[in-house]
Every structure is written in structure tokens, then in C-alpha cells.
T-cell receptor, first 113, second 114 residues
Framework: ELKVEQNPLFLSMQEGKNYTIYCNYS?????LYWYRQDPGKSLESLFV?????AVKQEGRLMASLDTKARLSTLHITAAVHDLSATYFCAVDSRETSGSRLTFGEGTQLTVNP | KAGVTQTPRYLIKTRGQQVTLSCSPISGHRSVSWYQQTPGQGLQFLFEYFSETQRNKGNFPGRFSGRQFSNSRSEMNVSTLELGDSALYLC?????????????FGPGTRLTVT
């Protein structure tokens, strides 16, 4: 059974600081997704990482994928309050022919002024 | 292009009742997946439909069922509702394709069971 673990689960940081969220998964996969969820809202796609060594950046967020280590990171640079949200990573297992995402527990990020 | 739509957005039901939720995928998308989100269990995969056939199923009891119509619209049904079924139900659609299948999520249906 595919397992996806995120850490930390809760992250409180000050504006202007940097931090990294980690996502470990338990089985071979080369499709990893990062989503953002605001309270009471749906999931917003942030990044899709499709190969080993993939790196994508959007604004203050940068995501990377190491399929050999089964690890993805979401790095936050110079955080601002608007980044406060819950961030999920999700893995699409190769074991199924269709679409079946397994999500991490989510990291609740709070950026304080 | 319109996004994924879900109806209704909010629903309150009583234990023992049944409920039907609807999802309309992005035009041209033929795969529809359903997920349940609760504070305790997080986001969990329910099932996926493609071309009116269930292609994948998660670990949920038989009270949870779904179907897909020829226009790719999908419904999920929960019978004999329990308090624990209170959750945000998210639908996602994706294009058929090999390998990469990015999923686009709808706004969700918030179900409260009392």
C-alpha cells in the first residue's frame, strides 16, 4: 500500500523567513503533485513533478523531486502572509492504470507578520 | 474553459438517509475521480470512473457507490448515512493520457450528517 508522509504537519513562520516542507512516499512513482488548500476551499494545483530531478518554481515556492530517495520538497522563500494555507503533496501510483492520488497528511502553514 | 462543477455545494442530511452528489468535469475530460476529506482521515480516494466504467476503487464500504454517464458527468451516492460520513467530497477530472494525468478539482460538496 502506498504511503505518503509529510513533515512538518504544522509550521508557523515569520514573514521573510525561508523553510522547507518534506514529502516522503513509499513506492516507486514519478508523478508527484503539490496542492494548496485555503480554509473551506478546494484544492489548487501548484506543481506537477514528472521525473527524477524535476524542479519547478512559481513565485516564492519551489518544488523538487528525487525519485531515488522517494522524496519531494516544497521550499518557501521569504514567506509572506498570503502563503498561509495547508499544503498537500500527492503521489500517483504506477500500480494502477487509472488516476488514483494518495495524499499526505497536509502541512498547515501560518505566516505571521 | 469552465472548471469542474459540483452540486450541491452544501448538504445537511440525517443519519440513515441517502444522498446523491453530482460532478460535471471539464469539457473533454473523460476521467472523474472522487475523494473524501475529513479532519481525522485526511484526503482519501473513493473511486474513479472512465468511459462509464469504474476503473479504480478505494477502501470504502459498499454504501458508497458511483456512476458515470455518457457525457462524462458523474454522481456518487451514499446510502444509510452515518455521522462519520460528514466530510468535504471533492471531485476531480482529468484527460485520458498515458503517464501524466493532472487532476483538476471542483469546489467540493460539504455534507453534514446529523
Amino acid at each position: 500500500e502506498l504511503k505518503v508522509e509529510q513533515n512538518p504537519l504544522f509550521l508557523s513562520m515569520q514573514e521573510g523567513k525561508n523553510y522547507t516542507i518534506y514529502c516522503n512516499y513509499s513506492t516507486t512513482s514519478d508523478r508527484l503533485y503539490w496542492y494548496r488548500q485555503d480554509p473551506g476551499k478546494s484544492l489548487e494545483s501548484l506543481f506537477v513533478l514528472l521525473s527524477n530531478g524535476a524542479v519547478k518554481q512559481e513565485g516564492r515556492l519551489m518544488a523538487s523531486l528525487d525519485t531515488k530517495a522517494r522524496l519531494s520538497t516544497l521550499h518557501i522563500t521569504a514567506a509572506v502572509h498570503d502563503l498561509s494555507a495547508t499544503y498537500f503533496c500527492a503521489v500517483d501510483s504506477r500500480e494502477t492504470s487509472g488516476s488514483r492520488l494518495t495524499f499526505g497528511e497536509g502541512t498547515q502553514l501560518t505566516v505571521n507578520p | 474553459k469552465a472548471g469542474v462543477t459540483q452540486t450541491p455545494r452544501y448538504l445537511i442530511k440525517t443519519r440513515g438517509q441517502q444522498v446523491t452528489l453530482s460532478c460535471s468535469p471539464i469539457s473533454g475530460h473523460r476521467s472523474v475521480s472522487w475523494y473524501q476529506q475529513t479532519p481525522g482521515q485526511g484526503l482519501q480516494f473513493l473511486f474513479e470512473y472512465f468511459s462509464e466504467t469504474q476503473r479504480n476503487k478505494g477502501n470504502f464500504p459498499g454504501r458508497f457507490s458511483g456512476r458515470q454517464f455518457s457525457n462524462s458527468r458523474s454522481e456518487m451516492n451514499v446510502s444509510t448515512l452515518e455521522l462519520g460520513d460528514s466530510a468535504l467530497y471533492l471531485c476531480a477530472s482529468s484527460l485520458l493520457g498515458k503517464g501524466f494525468r493532472e487532476q483538476y478539482f471542483g469546489p467540493g460538496t460539504r455534507l453534514t450528517v446529523t
